[in-house]
């Protein structure tokens, strides 16, 4: 399974950014999906995922209300909609995938960098 992100960039504080997530080389609608992110000089951190069937959906505390997560099983693509982005967002987010019957991030896209300005 190949994943790729896309749709970071540069954004003011309390603006919004959507990201997506591409996959090829296996059966998406199957998967589980999430998002990570990573801040300079801190550990990788859990965002948001959502279960096959879209309505399993968890967050983070720190992105409740402000993220929500989405998915195409038809583009094979997975959403993470940012809104009121805050400086601390600022990280490269990476997707991944939880096969079926894994119960673990087996797959990962290569990063999207999400900058908020001040």
């Known amino acids: 399974v190949q994943l790729q992100a896309s749709g970071g960039g540069l954004v003011q504080a309390g603006g919004s950014l959507r990201l997506s997530c591409a996959a090829s080389?296996?059966?998406?609608?199957?998967?589980?999906m999430g998002w990570f992110r990573q801040a300079p000089g801190k550990e990788r951190e859990f965002v948001s995922a959502?279960?096959?069937?879209?309505?399993?959906?968890d967050y983070a505390d720190s992105v409740k209300g402000r993220f929500t997560i989405s998915r195409d099983n038809a583009k094979n693509t997975v959403y993470l909609q940012m809104n009121s982005l805050k400086p601390e967002d600022t990280a490269v987010y990476y997707c991944?995938?939880?096969?079926?019957?894994?119960?673990?991030?087996?797959?990962w896209g290569q990063g999207t960098l999400v900058t908020v300005s001040s």
């Open positions: 991944a995938a939880d096969p079926p019957g894994s119960r673990s991030w087996d797959y």
């Open positions: 080389g296996g059966t998406f609608s199957r998967y589980r």
């Open positions: 959502i279960r096959s069937n879209s309505i399993g959906r």
